[in-house]
């Protein structure tokens, strides 16, 4: 498959003359999920955004963002992140040949977004304050500079992930509601902006980590906590989108504890064979916690891969069997 700004131009802010910066991001497997829907008793599908390039949903964003500011001729990107939109940003600067800047919390971001980052060749700033005080920071850098500022309040961000909502509509037909994992609030936006423009309206059933809920609580939460980095936000950017895509929907913001979040991130794991980021387990863990409100066919974003967070998983999981080099010990350790 052909990037996304090739395979949806008609509906992309790009001519075909436009410089294209594309790592061949979308086109991600829908893959049906048995075990979650006879727990959840409807049909639930899964949409896999951690197959995209850098493991996550944002390169959809960022493909388009990082485009329009090669069209614009600027010559460095910036971003606040919780670790993904670093990652992706990190990656697409490499590939465009921009410089790349990258701010993040320090010690709260996952250690695989750090890596990538880091390899990519982005600088890495670690900032003492959280996500929200990032994002402020960065938008006044982005007044100030010459720099492209490639977080979901540049619009190109929501033009690329709404992708996704064709997708979806290409492979299904039809759906009933969208259960996904809400931070900044740019990706539900984008897949309502999606679905409308090709007049599809399925309920935006929205989740947020109950220590960082802003949106649920109806005011910004100045500390929030989630063993869900990705999602640890407490005054998304997106707020206002937000709402209108779920009262226009006819759905719900709502929130889900860690403990429900870890519960969803493992039987993902170990009954549907999905390893995803446990801000992404937001979205099944909500549908499970909070019902489908009448909807029949669901499709649940898993927004990011599992390697991505390597030491939650290490935490949650299984040990290791330890074994002598001998046959009666690796006998009795497989079959023990
Ligand atoms: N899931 C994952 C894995 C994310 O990384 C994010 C956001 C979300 C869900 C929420 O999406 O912000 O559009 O509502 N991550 C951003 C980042 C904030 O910096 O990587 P949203």
Same mark, same amino acid.
């Given at each position: ?122 600088? &890495? ?27 979901? &309040? ?146 649940? &974003? ?31 350790? &497989?079959?023990?």
């Amino acid at each position: 498959m052909p990037g996304l700004i090739e395979r949806y131009r008609d509906h992309l802010p790009f001519a075909p003359e436009d410089p294209i910066v594309t790592l061949h991001e979308g086109s991600t497997p829908l893959v049906p999920a048995p075990r979650v829907s006879e727990r959840a008793g409807v049909e639930v599908w899964l949409k896999l955004e951690g197959a995209n390039p850098t493991g996550s949903f944002k390169d959809r964003g960022m493909t388009c963002a990082v485009s329009a500011a090669v069209r614009e001729g600027a010559d460095a990107v910036v971003c606040a992140s919780t670790g993904n939109t670093a990652a992706s940003a990190a990656a697409y600067a490499a590939r465009a040949g921009l410089r790349g800047a990258v701010i993040v919390p320090e010690g709260k971001i996952a250690t695989g977004k750090l890596a990538q980052a880091l390899m990519h060749g982005a600088r &890495v700033i670690a900032l003492r304050g959280n996500f929200d005080v990032a994002l402020t920071l960065v938008r006044e850098l982005a007044q100030r500079h010459p720099i492209a500022l490639v977080n979901s &309040v540049n619009e190109f961000r929501i033009e690329g992930q709404k992708t996704a909502a064709f997708e979806l509509i290409d492979e299904l037909g039809e759906l009933d509601a969208l259960c996904i994992p809400v931070g900044n609030a740019g990706n539900i936006t984008a897949y309502w902006r999606g679905f409308q423009e090709i007049g599809h309206h399925p309920r935006m059933l929205g989740f947020q980590a109950a220590g960082a809920a802003p949106l649920v609580l109806g005011a910004p939460v100045e500390h929030p906590e989630t063993i869900a980095s990705a999602i640890r936000i407490g005054n998304p950017a997106r707020w206002e989108d937000a709402m209108s895509a779920m009262t226009a929907s006819n759905g719900a913001i709502q929130a889900v504890t860690d403990e429900q979040i870890i519960d969803a991130y493992r039987f993902l794991a170990e009954r549907e064979g999905v390893f995803c980021e446990p801000a992404s387990a937001a979205s099944v863990a909500g549908l499970l916690a909070h019902g489908a409100r009448g909807a029949e066919r669901i499709v649940c &974003v898993l927004t990011g891969h599992g390697l991505k967070d390597p030491q939650t998983a290490l935490e949650r999981a299984g040990t290791v069997v330890p074994c002598d080099p001998e046959l009666t010990a690796i006998e009795r350790a &497989v079959l023990g």
